[in-house]
């Protein structure tokens, strides 16, 4: 009698299984970016109702909460009435509890469609270009597309962010009495402004224009005591007027090529005091295991970018002029490589 074969894990996981995990993900996904978990936040609702309130189909509603009950992110109630389970009301509906994760399940969607053409960029290169919605006008598809953004970088735990304050701030040399002043190069929605901030650190945070604007609303960056929004191009234009203590790049290299990622750094080193800190933030090839694969988003979404090896980062800071660059986890799967600026001789 024939062996049966094996089949093929990823990770351990066979290829079908992951194909079903990969279903449910996207459901979640759907449902999140659809308003299904943050409309059952206050009561339990039917299908027909919890369609009214979202403006949703009926039909379709009906479908999915069953999938979501298996799923056991809801409950089904007497009558046919939803309610969210307790795991799902901390992760799914609540915006404001530590266990929140639903912030970046639109923009991973975003991301999944733009993974169905990954053959179409295989076959003619990238990036993608992109497929405004059928319902709306390009302008609108480009706020919605930055509310996305913006909610993603936000969903960031708090603790990952505290972290890399800390590998910044120990690598500063002896100072006086004087307020920190921190850059924040694409800063988006200032969470990590907010916690530098929060240890009294002045924030200037530079990012494009229309990113400013949204998140001063949106954010409550308007109006914070310690936070200075500067909108403008970095490529482009000259950098908020320093000294600064520290210039931090988080999620930023990722975007842009080598020559380019060279540029923003000698820029950033123009910025900083001498003995100042500069900090990248990102997913590090060598250290983390997303590096690779997020290298597959770069590519469908950019002219240029890619993930980068620590080795890589280092030669690049060395070059514009900093020193002893050091590389340090602050999660699973994210480094930052904090390197000081060379004091003048």
């Known amino acids: ?62 479908i999915l909460l069953p999938v979501l009950e298996e799923l056991e ?11 969210l389970t307790e ?23 975003r991301n999944l469609r733009a993974f169905a053409r990954l053959p179409e960029v295989l076959a003619e290169g990238g990036p993608l270009e992109a497929e405004p919605q059928a319902d709306q006008e390009p302008e609108e598809d480009e706020e919605r597309a930055l509310a996305t953004f913006m909610a993603a970088m936000a969903s960031a735990p708090r603790e990952r962010i505290e972290r890399l304050a800390d590998r910044c701030l ?49 954010y409550g960056l308007g109006d914070h005591p310690r936070i200075e929004l500067v909108g403008g191009d970095f490529l482009e234009e000259p950098l908020p007027e320093g000294p600064f203590d520290v210039a931090l790049l988080s999620n930023v290299v990722h975007i842009y090529g080598p020559d380019t990622n ?48 620590e080795e890589e980062i280092g030669c690049w800071l060395r070059d514009a002029g900093f020193r002893n660059p050091v590389c340090s986890a602050i999660d699973d799967d994210r480094h930052v490589i904090t390197a000081v600026r060379e004091k003048r001789a």
């Not at 024939?2 to 279903?23: H, K, M, N, Q, V």
């Not at 795991?87 to 969607?109: F, K, V």
Request: no cysteine; aromatic share 6%.
């Open 1 to 62: 009698m024939a062996e049966t074969e094996s089949p093929l894990t990823i990770e351990g996981i066979p290829l079908r299984r992951l194909r079903d995990l990969a279903e449910m993900t996207a459901t979640v996904g759907a449902a999140a970016t659809a308003g299904v978990f943050a409309g059952l936040a206050d009561e339990p609702l039917d299908a027909d109702a919890l369609a009214l309130r979202l403006d949703l189909d009926p039909r379709a509603v009906g």
């Open 73 to 83: 992110l809801l409950r089904r109630h007497e009558e046919g009435r939803y309610a």
């Open 87 to 109: 795991p799902a009301r901390r992760r799914l509906a609540d915006p404001d509890s530590p266990a929140y994760e639903a912030g970046g399940l639109p923009l991973w969607l």
């Open 170 to 218: 120990e690598r500063l040399d002896a100072r006086d009495d004087r307020p920190l002043r921190l850059l924040d190069l694409g800063g988006g929605p200032g969470k990590m402004s907010r916690v530098f901030a929060q240890r009294g650190i002045e924030a200037v945070l530079f990012d494009r224009p229309a990113t400013v604007d949204y998140v001063a609303d949106a």
């Open 262 to 309: 060279r540029r923003i750094l000698e820029k950033a080193a123009g910025s900083l005091r001498p003995g100042g800190v500069v900090a990248v933030a990102d997913f590090v090839r060598g250290r983390s295991a997303r590096a690779p694969r997020f290298a597959l988003v770069m590519l469908l979404k950019s002219e240029e970018g890619n993930t980068y090896s």
